[in-house]
């Protein structure tokens, strides 16, 4: 079988990391992008190099030229700028919609049947950027955040608890901000509701903490934001989506009808396969997290609105 092809385009923190772990996925072989010259062949080539220590072997290059991109199966978006300290995401909107349009014009012009995988903030809308830039139906646009913000609730339920974070399972749904949710109904330990394990006061703190830990990691680092779990998350998803594994994931994916929702890009939970978001699976929200959701969609589309593409 033909090894699949992955474009990452920002060869930066995320980029360069995502491509580390899909090295070592052996997902297929990574083009890695930037505007910087030089700088994504010299991540590449260290990357390469240190496949015969791990053992994996994709071929990893870099370049500056979108050609090299041509017939990806896979292309991911981190290029932008990150967030620095006291910034919000929302800061970020203009100056990254005008890189994540012009990125998506140039990956689509040689990539015409990839999927595009938008990690760049503020994730919510420049998923919907991609979507609307590219042409492409839906389902072949996803953003990463779920991924990121359940992994963080379930390493701080771990830490909290003292149990392998392997059984701890979480959900986090609506958008990758402040107004992000995260479910304790649907958060369990071996299948075990987390209600019965942990006070309603310490559940809490873990879901406080997972909507700032962004900010949490972006005040310790002072320059740059986080990076080893945002790429972790976006090898987690590239894997379901290119060995077809159809793992169910909160991601970002554009719900016109599911949930009552008239055309937005939000994180909810997803069947991701071969047919990129080959399902979004409508969860029942009680009143509290239903009212939650929908202040996290309107503030998306607050954002949304900004826009002028
Ligand atoms: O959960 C999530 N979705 C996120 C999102 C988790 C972590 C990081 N998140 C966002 O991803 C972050 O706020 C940024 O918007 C992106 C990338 O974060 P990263 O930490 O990787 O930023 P870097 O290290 O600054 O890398 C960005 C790279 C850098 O090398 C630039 O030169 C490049 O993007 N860049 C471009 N590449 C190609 N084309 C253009 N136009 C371009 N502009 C900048």
Redesign the pocket.
């Given at each position: 079988m033909a090894r699949k092809k992955i474009t990452i385009?920002?060869?930066?923190?995320?980029?360069a990391h995502a491509a580390l772990w899909m090295g070592l996925k052996e997902l297929g072989d990574i083009v890695l992008?930037?505007?910087?010259e030089g700088?994504p062949a010299g991540k590449a080539l260290d990357i390469k190099e240190a496949s015969p220590i791990e053992g994996f072997d994709s071929i990893i290059t870099g370049t500056n030229d979108y050609k090299d991109t041509e017939g990806s199966d896979l292309v991911v978006i981190?290029?932008?700028?990150?967030?620095k300290p006291g910034m919000s995401r929302s800061d970020?909107i203009d100056k990254?919609s005008g890189?994540v349009k012009?990125?998506v014009e140039n990956v689509v012009k040689y990539s015409p049947d990839a999927h595009l995988m938008v990690?760049?903030?503020p994730?919510d809308v420049m998923v919907y950027v991609a979507w609307k830039v590219s042409g492409l139906p839906p389902h072949r646009v996803v953003?990463?955040?779920g991924a990121?913000d359940s992994a963080r609730l379930r390493a701080f339920i771990s830490m909290e608890l003292g149990v392998s974070v392997e059984d701890v399972q979480a959900m986090v749904i609506g958008g990758?901000a402040d107004e992000m949710v995260p479910l304790k109904r649907y958060t369990t330990v071996s299948g075990i509701p987390i209600e019965q394990l942990m006070s309603e006061e310490a559940i809490q703190r873990v879901m406080d903490r997972t909507r700032n830990a962004?900010g949490e990691i972006v005040s310790l680092l002072k320059t740059?934001?986080?990076?080893y779990a945002?790429s972790a998350?976006v090898a987690e998803m590239a894997e379901s989506i290119l060995k077809d594994k159809k793992r169910i994931i909160p991601c970002a994916a554009y719900c016109d009808g599911k949930y009552g929702l008239d055309g937005v890009f939000v994180g909810v939970p997803v069947r991701l396969g071969a047919g990129g978001v080959e399902e979004i699976i409508e969860i029942e929200l009680n009143e509290e997290e239903r009212a939650l959701f929908d202040n996290s969609v309107k503030a998306i589309k607050g954002l949304v609105a900004e826009l002028n593409l």
């Open positions: 385009v920002g060869a930066g923190h995320v980029g992008v930037d505007i910087v700088m981190t290029a932008g700028l990150a967030r970020l990254n890189i012009a990125v990690v760049t903030n994730l953003g990463m955040a990121l990758h962004g740059g934001s986080a990076y945002p998350a």
